[in-house]
């Protein structure tokens, strides 16, 4: 039995279950027993590996891709340029060294921000940085931004922003909770509030009794919040996770623990809690900010970035076993029974911004 675990049959056993975000927040973020609060989950040596950390052309694509919004934008300056959620550092660390040598007149005037509310992360993210430190200022919200033209970028940030469940059962819609069963164990019920089925998305009609459908307000309002200080001050923003590219039906919460899957009851505070993304969601956020957006798969989009011509440069400096290594690391970013497939991105700019080259649809 985990500490978060005994302290939340102490909690549901006094005041009743909660609902499946309140357990996902628990879980990820009580500031003694979180699983973000309390160790390292990135890389090897923790539960999952992200896009930055298989390879170095993840970063340098993305910040091509956000030069070129910059472009779009009438090369505005002051701008900033930030990234949300930034894990170790690692995305960063690669997008300032390609800035630096792509547009070294871009790189020295604008001004770069990693938006993180974890002190211990922020340690960790200032090594990884070293001496590029000095060039970053660490915000804890978007509205601590200045009111510059903004660059954002968010790589697998949504995923772990928690969830509301709501269950189909013989009385109707019903939220999905987290409670104790007779034994004393974490189980989940369905909780006796209704919803209201404008929430639902369009194929829950024809949904069956036990379906689940999930709905995720307070990732569209943090959207909401990027993509009006967007349209407030003009730049673009760049998300990847993983998800899916229409809304539906079905249970995407799970679990990761030492890179396998979990019980998501079974280690609570221990294991990483995560929901697939609803993009067309996100995206209505944005429009509804007045701002134009593009989704696409990851792996369409880092191809149309270049991903293949640039494994070529780096493998034309490398030996055999070297070139196999960026082989590999293509196929796992960009091949379709990998990241490319399941990861989506999402591309928002201003309606007065150029055009910037990007994959259509899926």
């Known amino acids: 039995m985990t500490a978060l675990r005994e302290r939340l049959v102490r909690l549901i056993a006094t005041d009743g279950p909660i609902p499946v975000n309140e357990y996902m927040a628990l879980c990820l973020l009580h500031p003694e027993h979180g699983y973000y609060t309390t160790r390292e989950p990135f890389g090897t040596k923790g539960d999952f590996i992200t896009a930055p950390e298989v390879s170095q052309m993840f970063g340098e694509l993305v910040a091509v891709w956000l030069h070129q919004a910059w472009v779009a934008n009438g090369r505005p300056l002051p701008v900033t340029i930030a990234?949300?959620?930034?894990?170790?550092?690692?995305?960063?660390?690669?997008?300032?060294?390609?800035w630096s040598r792509l547009d070294p007149a871009f790189f020295a005037n604008a001004s770069f921000a990693l938006i993180e509310t974890s002190p211990r992360l922020v340690e960790i993210q200032r090594n990884t940085l070293g001496a590029t430190a000095g060039r970053i200022a660490w915000r804890e919200t978007i509205a601590t931004l200045p009111g510059t033209p903004l660059l954002i970028v968010g790589n697998e940030l949504f995923d772990a922003i928690p969830v509301r469940q709501f269950v189909r059962t013989a009385a109707g819609w019903r939220e999905r909770m987290v409670g104790l069963d007779e034994a004393g164990n974490l189980a989940f019920f369905a909780g006796a509030a209704s919803l209201d089925t404008a929430l639902l998305p369009a194929d829950a009609d024809s949904a069956s009794e036990g379906d689940i459908v999930e709905i995720a307000p307070a990732r569209a309002a943090l959207m909401a919040d990027i993509a009006a200080h967007i349209s407030a001050h003009g730049g673009a923003g760049l998300f990847i996770d993983y998800g899916y590219l229409e809304p539906g039906v079905g249970d995407t919460l799970q679990a990761l623990k030492d890179h396998a899957y979990d019980d998501v009851?079974?280690?609570?505070?221990?294991?990483?809690?995560?929901?697939?993304?609803?993009?067309?969601a996100l995206a209505d956020a944005a429009n509804a900010q007045g701002l134009k957006t593009s989704t696409a798969t990851q792996g369409a989009f880092l191809l149309a970035m270049g991903l293949v011509e640039r494994a070529g440069r780096l493998g034309a400096h490398a030996d055999e076993g070297g070139r196999e290594a960026i082989r590999s690391q293509v196929g796992r970013l960009a091949g379709?029974?990998?990241?490319?497939?399941?990861?989506?991105?999402?591309?928002?700019?201003?309606?007065?911004?150029?055009?910037v080259p990007f994959p259509s649809g899926d």
């Open 83 to 98: 990234e949300i959620g930034p894990g170790r550092g690692t995305l960063m660390k690669d997008m300032l060294r390609t």
């Open 336 to 355: 379709p029974d990998q990241m490319g497939d399941l990861f989506k991105v999402l591309a928002m700019l201003p309606k007065t911004a150029s055009d």
């Open 265 to 280: 009851l079974a280690h609570p505070g221990e294991a990483d809690l995560t929901t697939h993304v609803d993009f067309a």
